[in-house]
T-cell receptor, first 113, second 117 residues
């Protein structure tokens, strides 16, 4: 995942708009990726995953895109709602047999009503 | 539902004290992990365990040790706490591998916020 120092990247969107959160990962051999959502005072929760043999996967209101050429992941949230306000982390699985995940620095999404 | 329980949500300790952070999971997961979370740095892996009595160092093991005597319990130990160990500590568990029957998802506890004075 990417490290951006001590300042958390932030994204502010209007309720109802679409959100796109980006992430660069570090290991070209990683073959499995997960997006997590962390609400204030809670542990991260799984949103959606994607394997390296795919370039797109859709869930309910969320889509993950994978570009292996440039080692880039994105999470798209459709019709963003106030409940989507949280910190979002991408994670890459660097050792599949042990689920050894490495996390990015995270992006704070704020949804304005 | 999978439940990962961390014994303490908030702790305040003094420099030099020994600190135990306990984590219990109820889903018979093989793998358990300890991360620390600091603003702008994401989650950094301290140690993980893929079986009872087995442990491996993560990215930042210095100043920490772990214990896994039973499959459901994974403890993080700070032998002599220092102020730079003030942080949020997250425990997680998962099944082994990412085969057809599991997603590879990590299940996290609510976190333990440790302050070392």
């Amino acid at each position: 995942g990417e490290s951006v120092g001590l300042h958390l990247p932030t994204l502010s969107v209007q309720e109802g708009d679409n959100s796109i959160i980006n992430c660069a990962y570090s290991n070209s051999a990683s073959d499995y990726f997960i997006w997590y959502k962390q609400e204030s005072g809670k542990g991260p929760q799984f949103i959606i995953d994607i394997r390296s043999n795919m370039d797109k996967r859709q869930g309910q209101r969320v889509t993950v895109l994978l570009n292996k050429t440039v080692k880039h992941l994105s999470l798209q949230i459709a019709a963003t709602q106030p409940g989507d306000s949280a910190v979002y982390f991408c994670a890459e699985n660097i050792r599949v047999e042990n689920n050894d995940m490495r996390f990015g620095a995270g992006t704070r999404l704020t949804v304005k009503p | 539902d999978v439940k990962v329980t961390q014994s303490s949500r908030y702790l305040v300790k003094r420099t030099g004290e020994k600190v135990f952070l306990e984590c219990v999971q109820d889903m018979d997961h093989e793998n358990m992990f300890w991360y620390r979370q600091d603003p702008g740095l994401g989650l950094r892996l301290i140690y993980f365990s893929y079986d009872v009595k087995m442990k491996e160092k993560g990215d930042i093991p210095e100043g920490y040790s772990v214990s896994r005597e039973k499959k459901e319990r994974f403890s993080l130990i700070l032998e002599s706490a220092s102020t730079n160990q003030t942080s949020m500590y997250l425990c997680a568990s998962s099944f082994s591998g990412t085969g057809a029957t599991n997603t590879g998802e990590l299940f996290f506890g609510e976190g333990s916020r440790l302050t070392v004075l």
